[in-house]
């Protein structure tokens, strides 16, 4: 029952501003990419990462990775990833070795996220869950709306806010059933599970952490510095 973790670091981070790739960007000195894959390697039940890298930074990343220290349990593989996160994670999955019967698929974009958290998503798909997403209850109010391209939009519903969650990553799953979401729809979508969902299969929400937020936007950056230096303290 050996469990991988499969990190999606292909994209630009356009939201976050100009700059290098967002997996590549610096968080207290190190790549949030090195952070990403050090907070899956602590996992001891995690025995391969695979790193989807930017396209045309395959290289670099394996150099990045090859240079800063990461548990001797653990091993490494880097391919490069696609066109949206969906195609970056499917890359991911077919260079996934026979023998891991669990998946992870984690966002190289949430460097933070605490081993526990980690340690219960995987607990939960050994405990007989096809898929898992951990998740937090939200602070503001959602509306949905008619979005419009300028002026005041029209609000269409609003959900009831308890029965809302945000969900984070590492998403875990049984690799046959990722497998066979990742092959069956095509829609782009923004998270894993939700493929699962398509499929009418059952997935269930444990609790996230709030430092498992993900970097997306310049305050963000902020935030997860701050959280960085208040462990280091
Ligand atoms: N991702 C990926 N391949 C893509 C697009 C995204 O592997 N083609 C990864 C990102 O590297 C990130 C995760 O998916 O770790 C979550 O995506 P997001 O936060 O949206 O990151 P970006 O797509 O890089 O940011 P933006 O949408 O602002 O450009
Ligand atoms: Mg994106």
Do not use: C, W
């Not at 066109?83 to 460097?111: C, F, I, M």
């Not at 709030?210 to 305050?219: G, H, I, S």
């Amino acid at each position: 029952a050996r469990t991988a973790a499969v990190i999606p670091a292909a994209g630009r981070g356009v939201r976050l501003g100009p700059g290098a790739p967002k997996a590549l960007r610096t968080l207290g000195g190190t790549p949030m990419l090195v952070h990403a894959v050090r907070a899956m390697a602590a996992s001891r039940a995690v025995s391969l990462v695979v790193v989807v890298a930017p396209a045309d930074g395959t290289a670099e990343v394996k150099a990045l990775l090859d240079a800063h220290t990461l548990p001797e349990r653990t091993d490494f593989l880097v391919v490069p990833g696609g066109e949206n996160r969906q195609d970056s994670v499917k890359a991911g999955l077919d260079a996934l070795p026979p023998g891991y019967d669990t998946v992870l698929v984690h966002d190289a974009a949430r460097p933070l996220v605490p081993v526990d958290t980690v340690d219960a998503v995987i607990e939960a798909v050994r405990d007989g869950a096809v898929a898992v997403v951990p998740a937090l209850p939200l602070a503001d109010t959602v509306k949905e709306v008619e979005p419009a391209a300028e002026g005041p939009e029209p609000v269409v519903a609003t959900p009831q806010r308890a029965r809302l969650r945000a969900v984070q990553t590492p998403q875990g799953f049984e690799r046959a059933t990722l497998v066979r979401a990742h092959e069956t729809v095509t829609d782009n979508v923004t998270d894993d599970a939700s493929m699962v969902e398509q499929l009418g299969l059952p997935v269930v929400v444990v609790p996230g952490h709030e430092e498992a937020f993900k970097v997306t936007r310049p305050l963000d950056l902020v935030l997860a510095e701050a959280v960085l230096a208040r462990r280091r303290k």
